[in-house]
């Protein structure tokens, strides 16, 4: 089990940037690859971004590539998510999660494929 709470949220303008910590707890994080998902209102909760269990691959969501990077420190047992260039669009509930699975990124864009969310923390964009 992985135990998962983020910070970092916040107000910004657009155009602006946040970076989301998530830090974990439990021995096997880094066996993990790890996750972001948002859900913004009135809406269904989206893949974001996931990176590997060592940090050697990442994907991104197409509405936020070449805006946002992924990147892990296993060492202190956290995740990050750096936004840049922030859209109104952008503002959700941004949650990270832990694959069920060690060592692989399968389905990685699937909610399913993760069985430990974090409580979430909030971005709001502003135009």
């Known amino acids: 089990q992985v135990q998962l709470v983020e910070s970092g949220g916040g107000l910004v303008q657009a155009g602006g940037s946040l970076r989301l910590s998530c830090a974990a707890s439990?021995?096997?994080?880094?066996?993990?690859?790890m996750g972001w998902f948002r859900q913004a209102p009135g809406k269904e909760r989206e893949f974001v971004a996931v990176i590997s269990w060592n940090g050697g691959s990442a994907y991104y969501a197409d509405s936020v590539k070449g805006r946002f990077t992924i990147s892990r420190d296993n060492a202190k047992i956290t995740v990050y998510l750096q936004m840049d260039s922030l859209k109104p669009e952008d503002t959700a509930v941004y949650y990270c999660?832990?694959?069920?699975?060690?060592?692989?990124?399968?389905?990685?864009?699937?909610?399913?494929?993760?069985?430990?969310w974090g409580q979430g923390t909030q971005v709001t964009v502003s135009s």
């Open positions: 999660a832990a694959h069920r699975a060690y060592f692989t990124t399968d389905y990685y864009y699937q909610e399913s494929s993760y069985n430990n």
């Open positions: 439990g021995r096997t994080f880094s066996r993990y690859a």
